[in-house]
T-cell receptor, first 112, second 110 residues
Framework: NAGVTQTPKFQVLKTGQSMTLQCAQD?????MSWYRQDPGMGLRLIHY???????DQGEVPNGYNVSRSTTEDFPLRLLSAAPSQTSVYFC???????????FGPGTRLTVT | AQSVAQPEDQVNVAEGNPLTVKCTYS??????LFWYVQYPNRGLQFLLK??????LVKGSYGFEAEFNKSQTSFHLKKPSALVSDSALYFC????????FGAGTTVTVRA
């Protein structure tokens, strides 16, 4: 099993550009989520999904969009990048919402 | 609303000494508590969890955590720290959504 994979590993965007961070898991997990990690703030939940076709907002959803058309994939879209979105982004999956989460290796995004 | 607090930004210990990383929580119902570790430039790895039952939970790499309901604490412990335990440690509470503490950087000196 590859576990949770994320692409790209690094990305630099200019303010106003849009892009999609990819996340995929091969463990048949229903629950998937996106976090951003900023120094001194831990990880903050952006969006999550409890299954294909079902998504909901987390703690910091503004400026981000998600969809879940398959169990395996959970892409995160930045609609119009801002410098405040410079961060490290992690995708995670788990069998159930309150279960142990498996994290991807992260995407380091810089917005200039 | 659920939350966790990690009162120490950094913990420094000598190799072979006991290691404790502190965490306190606030939830409205029964807590689902977790510890994760992050090594440099890596994603987070699960260490252990408390759902219910025995207050002492054993996890990966020789770590354990003690759940204390009266003190609303879930401290992570290791009896004898290794240099390789140097990492960033996160406490988290899961009430359908996972909420993380700010993290504690552990440095174990040889």
């Amino acid at each position: 099993n590859a576990g949770v994979t994320q692409t790209p590993k690094f990305q630099v965007l200019k303010t106003g550009q849009s892009m999609t961070l990819q996340c995929a898991q091969d463990m048949n997990h229903e629950y998937m989520s996106w976090y951003r990690q900023d120094p001194g703030m831990g990880l903050r939940l952006i969006h999550y999904s409890v299954g294909a076709g079902i998504t909901d907002q987390g703690e910091v959803p503004n400026g981000y969009n998600v969809s879940r058309s398959t169990t395996e994939d959970f892409p995160l879209r930045l609609l119009s990048a801002a410098p405040s979105q410079t961060s490290v982004y992690f995708c995670a999956s788990s069998i159930e919402p309150v279960g142990e989460q498996y994290f991807g290796p992260g995407t380091r995004l810089t917005v200039t | 609303a659920q939350s966790v607090a990690q009162p120490e930004d950094q913990v420094n210990v000598a190799e072979g000494n006991p290691l404790t990383v502190k965490c306190t929580y606030s939830v409205s119902g029964n807590p689902y508590l977790f510890w994760y570790v992050q090594y440099p430039n890596r994603g987070l790895q699960f260490l252990l969890k408390y759902i219910t039952g025995d207050n002492l939970v054993k996890g990966s790499y020789g770590f354990e955590a003690e759940f204390n309901k009266s003190q609303t604490s879930f401290h992570l412990k290791k009896p004898s720290a290794l240099v390789s335990d140097s990492a960033l440690y996160f406490c988290a509470v899961n009430d359908y959504k996972l909420s993380f503490g700010a993290g504690t950087t552990v440095t174990v000196r040889a």
